[in-house]
């Protein structure tokens, strides 16, 4: 429902002119209703997840049995971009732990995950046409030497990150 609005301004960066500028909206808001069913109206369709997270909070279980606590939400995120980043040039960091972060991040609505390959210690991004990149990576704080992810492991995590923002 793109007439749905926020009650107050929300920072994001929208294309004006030709050009990105940070401006003020009250785009991105979302309404939750839970009776006898639950209703979870967007602006968009990011958030409609939002609000399927708020949904996901909600849930409590007593005695084996989930239940929704009736109620009427109206929410909206303070910014547009909300953001957190995993450094692996550090420290390796299996696939599976990535992939438990990225569904965090959902769950509390964090839209970006940044991955950070390389820095003076390593370089983790494997590449096909220099397969010598990441042969050459220290330890930091005598931790795990980071080692390359390969492409097949890079194109398995987008796919599953896709698939937590398509709200999965």
Not at 35 to 51: L, M, N, P, Q, S
Not at 72 to 100: L, N, S
Request: charged share 25%.
């Amino acid at each position: 429902d793109p007439k749905l609005q926020a009650d107050a301004d929300i920072v994001a960066v929208q294309k004006k002119d030709g050009k990105r500028q940070v401006v003020r909206t009250r785009d991105f808001a979302h309404t939750i209703v839970v009776a006898d069913t639950a209703v979870v109206t967007g602006w968009d369709y990011r958030a409609v997840c939002e609000g399927t997270a708020t949904l996901l909070q909600a849930i409590g279980t007593q005695g084996g049995k989930a239940s929704l606590p009736k109620m009427t939400v109206k929410d909206w995120p303070y910014a547009d971009y909300t953001g957190t980043m995993i450094d692996v040039a550090r420290q390796w960091i299996p696939p599976d732990c990535i992939k438990f972060t990225i569904e965090a991040c959902r769950f509390w609505k964090i839209r970006y995950v940044q991955i950070h390959f390389s820095d003076d210690h390593a370089y983790t991004f494997g590449s096909k046409i220099f397969p010598e990149l990441g042969t050459k990576n220290l330890q930091i704080s005598d931790g795990i030497v980071a080692r390359c992810y390969t492409q097949e492991e890079m194109r398995d995590l987008e796919a599953y990150a896709t698939g937590m923002a398509a709200g999965m």
